[in-house]
């Protein structure tokens, strides 16, 4: 995929500061430190422009970025950059402002045109199953990425992917895209489903 333009668009932090909906959205959740901001780095080619931290909770407020490809069905949208969950250490009360953010955005939220849901390759919560369970619920069928996949061994791979499938209960035929943001592995399978989303 060609990128011919990505930019950082608005920080919202209230539902009021979403944008008029003029555009297709692709929402990227999951749990604090999964690897969603270093994803749309990986995805877009570039080192900077979501920040990344070692530290969980880095991204707090929902974050657009506008991208421009080569492909005619995907030629502008936005990338959306979400803050995550599950992470105790952020205090409550900011917890509290922005997990009716993540909701609102998710559940009402009329250009989503598709969701991206993130799972650490070695690390499968429950909250990340009640997360999938919660998508679908209000009708997302999110494509499931299994990020840091670098950090498998290949003497472990099989048998991690497979336990991924275990924990969030779903079938083994069922997509799970391995990826890497170090070695840019996965990247063309997850712009080939944005693709497809675009289509239909
Ligand atoms: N080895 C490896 N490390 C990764 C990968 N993706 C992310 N990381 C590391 O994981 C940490 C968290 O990455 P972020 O992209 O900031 O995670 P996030 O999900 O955006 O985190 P929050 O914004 O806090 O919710 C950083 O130290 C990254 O360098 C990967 O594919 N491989
Ligand atoms: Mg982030």
């Known amino acids: 995929m060609k990128i011919v ?9 209230t539902p009021e500061q979403f944008p008029p909906g003029d555009l297709a959205e692709i929402a990227v959740v999951g749990r604090s430190n999964v690897g969603k901001s270093s994803l749309i780095n990986s995805l877009l080619h570039r080192r900077d422009l979501a920040k990344v931290s070692r530290t969980p909770g880095k991204t707090r407020a929902v974050n657009l ?78 494509l499931i990425v299994a990020t840091k996949a670098d950090k498998l061994k290949p003497s472990e791979r099989v048998r991690g992917l497979r336990n991924i499938h275990l924990h969030l209960g779903i079938s083994e035929g069922e ?26």
């Open 5 to 13: 333009s990505a930019e950082f668009i608005r920080s919202c932090l």
């Open 65 to 142: 970025f506008q991208v421009s490809t080569s492909d005619p069905d995907l030629s502008m949208f936005y990338l959306v950059d979400l803050p995550g969950y599950g992470f105790a250490k952020v205090s409550r009360d900011t917890r509290a402002q922005w997990a009716p953010l993540l909701e609102a955005y998710l559940a009402d939220r009329g250009p989503l045109l598709g969701v991206v849901l993130l799972v650490e390759s070695r690390v499968v919560t429950d909250q990340d199953r009640q997360t999938l369970a919660w998508l679908r619920s209000i009708g997302h069928n999110p």
């Open 175 to 200: 997509l799970l895209i391995p990826y890497s943001s170090v070695t840019a592995e996965g990247r063309d399978r997850v712009w080939g489903i944005f693709k497809d989303w675009a289509k239909t």
